[in-house]
């Protein structure tokens, strides 16, 4: 049996968050913050739900070496 993802819950509350405010990211800041934290918890590969998040990382890192 698999394990259940651990940050599930928080992705779900993005999805509501999101829903309830049209679809405006910045009124999901504080959902969207706590699934970063969540996502931060483990290491990579262990939450499909943070696949997103984690690929947002390797991204703002490759700027960041770029631009020095």
């Not at 779900?12 to 800041?29: A, D, F, G, P, W």
């Not at 262990?46 to 020095?68: D, L």
Request: one cysteine or more; proline letters at 3%; hydrophobic letters at 20%.
């Amino acid at each position: 049996m698999s394990q259940k993802d651990p940050c599930q819950k928080q992705a779900c509350e993005i999805q509501k968050c999101l829903q309830v405010n049209n679809y405006m990211e910045s009124k999901c800041e504080t959902v969207l913050h706590e699934m970063r934290k969540c996502c931060a918890r483990y290491p990579k590969g262990r939450s499909v739900c943070c696949s997103g998040f984690e690929k947002e990382e390797r991204e703002r890192e490759k700027f960041k070496a770029t631009s020095e």
